[in-house]
T-cell receptor, first 109, second 111 residues
Framework: GQQLNQSPQSMFIQEGEDVSMNCTSSSIFNTWLWYKQEPGEGPVLLIALYKAGELTSNGRLTAQFGITRKDSFLNISASIPSDVGIYFCAGPYTDKLIFGTGTRLQVFP | DGGITQSPKYLFRKEGQNVTLSCEQNLNHDAMYWYRQDPGQGLRLIYYSQIVNDFQKGDIAEGYSVSREKKESFPLTVTSAQKNPTAFYLC???WGLGEAFFGQGTRLTVV
């Protein structure tokens, strides 16, 4: 079935650094969603994107809907220790919601 | 408070037993989903429902069953046919094919 590929698979960064990750698909998506999951918890919705080229921010997080509609990007500025977690992209495909493979972020003080 | 509730948070099951995981939402969402997550892995879709009394198989439906008799509820039964049921199970709900919101998850362990 359709897959959403995220890269990088994992990141190890120092506190204060900026982070960039992306999500790509072989199919066109009309919505891109970004989630964060902390250990032992359910994913939490961070940002939703609905229009090609759209750039949306949520605090230090900024996400973009790629103009090809086959990709999306998430940036985190000035990372802090509580940014640690797994970041998933997601989107509706036919009649279901599918998720990317995830990017695991570790932040060191 | 509005939200999506999964229970129990931890569940232990003996091999060969069926077990049912609860998922309830009071957000008036039409769509509900069940995902399975294995350690260090992503979310794999088990079953989903876009409307009451209708549901569809996801990518890994074998060994699982669901029902959607009420809009608020979407219970998942892990049957004895599921060969490797130990995992973290996540339920989500949303409006159609837009944003979805997750419960806190149920960690199932087969002993």
């Amino acid at each position: 079935g359709q897959q959403l590929n995220q890269s990088p698979q994992s990141m190890f960064i120092q506190e204060g650094e900026d982070v960039s990750m992306n999500c790509t698909s072989s199919s066109i998506f009309n919505t891109w969603l970004w989630y964060k999951q902390e250990p032992g918890e359910g994913p939490v919705l961070l940002i939703a994107l609905y229009k090609a080229g759209e750039l949306t921010s949520n605090g230090r997080l900024t996400a973009q809907f790629g103009i090809t509609r086959k990709d999306s990007f998430l940036n985190i500025s000035a990372s802090i220790p509580s940014d640690v977690g797994i970041y998933f992209c997601a989107g509706p495909y036919t009649d279901k919601l599918i998720f990317g493979t995830g990017t695991r972020l570790q932040v060191f003080p | 408070d509005g939200g999506i509730t999964q229970s129990p948070k931890y569940l232990f099951r003996k091999e060969g037993q069926n077990v049912t995981l609860s998922c309830e939402q009071n957000l008036n969402h039409d769509a509900m989903y069940w995902y399975r997550q294995d350690p260090g892995q992503g979310l794999r879709l088990i079953y989903y429902s876009q409307i009451v009394n209708d549901f569809q198989k996801g990518d890994i439906a074998e060994g699982y069953s669901v029902s959607r008799e009420k809009k608020e509820s979407f219970p998942l039964t892990v049957t004895s046919a599921q060969k490797n049921p130990t995992a973290f199970y996540l339920c989500a709900s949303g409006w159609g094919l837009g944003e979805a919101f997750f419960g806190q998850g149920t960690r199932l362990t087969v002993v």
